[in-house]
């Protein structure tokens, strides 16, 4: 079992940047793949990207790539989304999930993730 803490969401205006982190705890964190997730009012939960548990193989959906930038540090417990340029489009609350997938690529869709975190809400402002 772990357990996901998201932090680091808030109001930023659109074209500023973000830094989410999600702290686990309960298992070795090294264990798990880890993704990011974003959910907005009405839509589907989307994925945004993954991460392999040795910090290896990063997954950016195209939606965000070039913007958008995940991360990982081991001995922190602790993966990292670094979100920028972001638009009003992208208001939505984002999670963090962990996924014990041995694939050597990160999974991606949110059914393969078996933790989550409770979300973090992003609003960016027009």
């Known amino acids: 079992q772990v357990q996901l803490v998201e932090s680091g969401g808030g109001l930023v205006q659109a074209g500023g940047s973000l830094r989410l982190s999600c702290a686990a705890s309960g298992r070795t964190f090294s264990y798990y793949a880890m993704g990011w997730f974003r959910q907005a009012p009405g839509k589907e939960r989307e994925s945004l990207a993954a991460i392999s548990r040795n910090g290896g193989r990063p997954y950016i959906a195209e939606s965000v790539k070039g913007r958008f930038t995940i991360s990982r540090d081991n001995a922190k417990n602790t993966v990292y989304l670094q979100m920028n340029s972001l638009k009003p489009e992208e208001t939505a609350v984002y999670y963090c999930?962990?996924?014990?997938?041995?694939?050597?690529?990160?999974?991606?869709?949110?059914?393969?993730?078996?933790?989550w975190g409770k979300g973090t809400q992003i609003t960016v402002s027009s």
């Open positions: 999930a962990a996924s014990g997938s041995l694939t050597v690529v990160p999974p991606r869709g949110a059914h393969e993730y078996e933790y």
